[in-house]
């Protein structure tokens, strides 16, 4: 009785605006991880970039988590609703675009710029409508919640990020088996497209933050907020040594797929990829509930080591259902740590740079993604063919030691601090 009381209280802690950004995020996560899940064999069957598809797909990803610090700045410039307008128009062409070089109507217009340097100039106009949402939904979600249901809130942000991240991948697998690969892409499209519309009708800019100045800052302003960060020598450490757990967490986008086709002989590779967002969609509530009485970097430490030794399931086993179990270990360790560090990382920011500061917390992802998608490329084409359980063991050897390097962290710079 005692959770559920809890749970009650923190419940009414949450303003409208705050369940109608929440809605919009799942359908925009419908769209990215629909069209995320597939991008990897896309890249490899339709476009023909086999040696580069991890880092294509990295690249794409990093600018959409990493461009969210300037996106920040956006937002506190430019408010909420009117940079969640921009994401929602930039996202729904740009995904058509990349749809474009799969289809056969659009391969002269393809090929006469190349492959390769137009997959580039889409991927990269899709990210910079992607990285404007981050801020906004976070920082609505720190906004339009109270001070006891804060911890509830960001559970709540990503119990549906990832409820749209268990759908996302089973609707292309039924699209792309139906249609073609191509048109996951030409759907994410049509949602954002409809999601644009959404946010005009529905979505009011949320209240400011208590302590906020209420006059327009000047870029010059933002842009010395954010340098401020930048020049934060402990946050930005943090931030790195936090990056190599979502080096981790890509995996399960650029190498899975390919290990499950190759190596598995599994085609539907989608549902794979689709466990990580079950498993939390599910269980992140109580996890968000039960071990919010935990220390942050408590929280944090035991999460980098359940999600470290997920993978050494998969080296021992080398089956379809040792790839099950181990993301959903691996999904147990997300959903510790990381609505405590959205919280953390909201704590640390100045009433007046709420969006700065919420654009830095997707920093480690982009680093990670971009380093995920070179080692990917690496470890297939170097051990998938020849020893597959090396992948594994060296993406556990890369979490156990960054998950020590957070423990010094916490150990010399917060505690005594």
């Not at 749809?99 to 137009?118: C, D, F, H, K, L």
Request: glycine share 8%; hydrophobic share 55%.
């Amino acid at each position: 009785m005692g959770l559920f009381a809890s749970l009650s209280k923190s419940v009414k802690g949450f303003s409208s605006i705050f369940w109608v950004a929440n809605t919009l995020e799942v359908f925009e996560r419908f769209a990215f991880y629909g069209a995320k899940a597939v991008l990897v064999v896309f890249l490899i069957d339709k476009v023909g970039l086999k040696n580069e598809a991890g880092s294509l797909a990295g690249f794409f990803t990093f600018l959409i988590y990493g461009l969210p610090i300037l996106a920040g700045v956006l937002v506190d410039r430019y408010g909420f609703r009117r940079t969640l307008m921009a994401c929602f128009a930039i996202f729904s062409v740009g995904y058509f675009l990349i749809g474009m070089a799969g289809m056969q109507w659009s391969a002269e217009i393809v090929a006469a710029i190349g492959n390769r340097t137009y997959i580039i100039i889409v991927l990269t106009f899709t990210a910079i409508g992607g990285s404007l949402i981050k801020p906004c939904i976070v920082g609505t979600v720190g906004r339009t919640s109270s001070a006891d249901s804060r911890t509830l809130g960001f559970s709540i942000y990503y119990s549906l990020v990832n409820f749209g991240g268990a759908v996302g991948p089973v609707l292309a697998y039924f699209i792309r088996t139906d249609l073609g690969i191509e048109w996951v892409l030409i759907t994410s499209s049509i949602t954002c497209f409809l999601l644009f519309f959404g946010t005009m009708f529905f979505f009011r800019e949320p209240p400011a933050a208590a302590g906020q100045p209420t006059e327009q800052k000047t870029f010059g302003r933002v842009f010395a907020d954010m340098m401020t960060v930048f020049r934060d020598r402990k946050v930005m450490l943090f931030l790195l040594i936090f990056s190599a757990f979502w080096l981790m967490f890509w995996q399960i986008y650029y190498l899975i797929p390919v290990y499950a086709m190759d190596v598995l002989h599994y085609d539907q590779f989608e549902f794979l990829e689709s466990v990580d967002g079950w498993f939390i969609m599910f269980f992140s509530l109580f996890m968000g509930t039960v071990f919010s009485k935990w220390k942050v970097f408590t929280a944090l430490i035991f999460g980098f080591v359940v999600s470290s030794l997920s993978w050494i399931l998969i080296m021992a086993y080398g089956t379809t259902w040792s790839v099950v179990v181990a993301i959903i270990f691996f999904a147990l360790g997300e959903g510790t740590l990381s609505p405590r560090f959205y919280e953390y990382m909201y704590s640390l920011a100045p009433p007046s740079q709420t969006g700065t500061y919420m654009g830095f917390a997707f920093l480690p992802v982009a680093i990670g993604a971009f380093a995920a998608g070179f080692i990917s490329d690496w470890l297939r084409l170097t051990y998938m063919e020849t020893n597959p359980s090396m992948m594994w063991i060296i993406l556990a050897s890369i979490g156990i030691f960054s998950t020590v390097l957070l423990i010094l962290y916490d150990r010399f710079l917060v505690k005594k601090t």
